[in-house]
């Protein structure tokens, strides 16, 4: 069903909203980070440095890993194989100015699908998109110790 929604779908607003969402994710993931930082900062007791700022180490490396199917999607979008020059010369011909960027998501035509159908495409979603938000899971909890504080409740529950 999203498929065929997304056949209807004019290419520029495809490309405004790649664009958008390359913006709003590096938005949302650097504010997690910054968050992170200051309950880092703030913790008392801690001796080392991993120790006090891993969790903001784990959240780098989730940023840049979550990061990878946005870009790639929007620079995909941006250098697509449709990128003709027609001259103001009517009698000179239309030459193509293809950049030679080619869609590693989707094989074919299937670019409205909303899985990856070739490998790269999926090393990247599993590796890069997956991994990514499992790391700023990873970082979150353990920047707010939310673990201790679940298990604390945990202990009073019992």
């Not at 779908?9 to 949302?28: E, K, R, T």
């Not at 869609?103 to 090393?123: E, I, Q």
Request: aromatic residues 14%.
């Amino acid at each position: 069903m999203f498929a065929v929604a997304a056949n209807n779908v004019p290419g520029g607003l495809v490309d405004l909203f790649h664009g958008l969402q390359v913006a709003i994710m590096l938005a949302l993931m650097t504010n997690i980070l910054q968050f992170a930082w200051w309950k880092c900062k703030a913790k008392k007791g801690l001796t080392g440095h991993w120790e006090r700022y891993g969790p903001c180490y784990i959240l780098i490396v989730a940023t840049i890993l979550v990061m990878i199917q946005p870009t790639c999607m929007l620079v995909i979008g941006s250098y697509s194989d449709d990128d003709d020059y027609t001259p103001c010369d009517p009698t000179q011909p239309v030459e193509n100015t293809h950049h030679g960027m080619d869609n590693f998501f989707f094989a074919g035509d299937d670019t409205a699908s909303l899985v990856p159908n070739t490998t790269t495409g999926w090393m990247i979603q599993i590796f890069g998109t997956y991994l990514g938000f499992i790391l700023m899971f990873w970082g979150v909890v353990w920047s707010t110790n939310l673990h201790k504080k679940i298990q604390k409740k945990w202990q009073q529950l019992r």
